[in-house]
């Protein structure tokens, strides 16, 4: 089993940047790929990236590539979304979520973290 804590969330202007984590309990981290979400208010929850569990395949929604990047430290049991060029149409709450495999569909994911809140104010 794994557990998931996400933290960075935080309030950032237009153009900004932030850097969040998401810090797995367990052993099995390495096994299992993840992917970051996100869910604004009144709007179902969005597959926002993916990475593979060896982390050498990674994967985007359209509204993120180019500014989103998706990384892992499987030492560390640690993955993590670097956010550039933020937007206030990227204000939400972000998860992290484990799957042994590749979705886009939240529902296909196993594991849960809690969300982080990011706003980005215009």
């Known amino acids: 089993q794994v557990q998931l804590v996400e933290s960075g969330g935080g309030l950032v202007q237009t153009g900004g940047s932030l850097r969040l984590s998401c810090a797995a309990s367990?052993?099995?981290?390495?096994?299992?790929?993840m992917g970051w979400f996100r869910q604004a208010p009144g709007k179902e929850r969005e597959f926002v990236a993916h990475i593979t569990s060896g982390g050498g395949w990674t994967y985007y929604a359209d509204s993120v590539k180019g500014r989103f990047t998706i990384s892992r430290d499987n030492v560390k049991n640690t993955v993590y979304l670097q956010m550039n060029s933020l937007k206030p149409e990227d204000t939400a709450v972000y998860y992290c979520?484990?799957?042994?495999?590749?979705?886009?569909?939240?529902?296909?994911?196993?594991?849960w973290g809690q969300g982080t809140q990011v706003t980005v104010s215009s």
């Open positions: 367990g052993r099995t981290f390495s096994r299992y790929s």
């Open positions: 979520a484990g799957h042994q495999g590749y979705s886009r569909d939240y529902n296909a994911y196993d594991y």
